[in-house]
């Protein structure tokens, strides 16, 4: 499994990466939360989500995500 952490959701780098792939994990955390097309493709950190007052979101919080981190074959940040 692929993990993507997304920071920036105006990163240039996401022109060059299959989100819609098999076997990912998109996780979004700080103001990346806020773009709602890529809430609906993976989650977003808890503590993200609840501090910019977000109501509709996929979350999970920093314990599971070093889960993640740890259970993946490759980690990708952006």
Same mark, same amino acid.
Not at 41 to 65: H, Q, S, W
């Given at each position: *499994?692929?993990? /993507? $952490? $997304?920071?920036n959701a105006?990163?240039? @780098?996401?022109?060059? $990466?299959?989100? @819609?792939?098999?076997?990912q994990k998109? /996780?979004? *955390?700080?103001?990346?939360?806020?773009? %709602?097309?890529?809430?609906?493709?993976?989650?977003?950190?808890? %503590?993200? /989500?609840? @501090?910019?007052?977000?109501?509709? @979101?996929?979350?999970?919080?920093?314990?599971? =995500? /070093?889960?993640? $981190?740890?259970?993946?074959?490759?980690?990708?940040? =952006?």
């Amino acid at each position: *499994m692929r993990l /993507v $952490i $997304i920071r920036n959701a105006k990163s240039e @780098a996401l022109k060059y $990466i299959d989100l @819609a792939g098999p076997d990912q994990k998109i /996780v979004l *955390m700080q103001n990346a939360v806020y773009d %709602e097309a890529l809430r609906t493709k993976g989650f977003c950190l808890a %503590e993200d /989500v609840k @501090a910019r007052g977000i109501a509709a @979101a996929r979350t999970i919080d920093y314990a599971a =995500i /070093v889960d993640e $981190i740890f259970s993946a074959e490759k980690a990708l940040c =952006i």
